[in-house]
């Protein structure tokens, strides 16, 4: 027999997170990391975000830096133009980890920055860190 969904009380919202990058074995990799306690939506198409986020606000955003068409540094702005995004956390989550892209990425915007192939515990921690400071502020 089902429960009455209507009658059980709602459970907490999962945070949601939105990750951008042009490779569909790391998205996957990333909801698999997720999806216990996050609602992971992915895009392989960075030309989408703007339209996505006209629908949905992500608690956080996970971003490849090099991707055909925008780059996740280009990203930065548009997510940014939105008022409820000028302080939303993002990771970067990329293959480039040099200094010179960790310091870029930190001056226009990110709170952290992961290289892959990515450890699914820190990724986890990360996430979890930079939601949970975002709540608390």
């Known amino acids: 027999m089902e429960p ?4 059980a009380p709602k459970a907490e919202r999962k945070p949601f997170v939105l990750a951008v990058d042009d490779a569909p074995v790391i998205l996957k990799g990333i909801t698999f990391a ?8 992915t895009l392989t198409d960075p030309t989408m975000v703007e339209k ?3 629908q949905v606000t992500p608690d956080i955003f996970l971003l490849d830096y090099r ?5 996740g540094f280009e990203l930065i702005s548009i997510i940014r133009s939105f008022e409820k ?6 990771i970067f989550l990329t293959s480039m ?4 892209h960790v310091a870029e990425a930190i001056k226009l915007g990110a709170c952290d920055y992961m290289t892959k192939p990515f450890k699914e515990d820190v990724l986890r921690e ?3 860190k930079h939601i949970a ?5």
Do not use: C, W
């Open 4 to 7: 009455d969904t209507e009658q």
């Open 34 to 41: 997720l999806k216990k306690d996050y609602e992971v939506f």
């Open 52 to 54: 996505v986020l006209r």
């Open 67 to 71: 991707m055909p068409e925008l780059s």
């Open 85 to 90: 995004h000028k302080d939303t956390p993002i």
């Open 97 to 100: 980890g040099t200094n010179d």
């Open 126 to 128: 990360k996430v979890a």
């Open 133 to 137: 400071r975002t709540k608390s502020s």
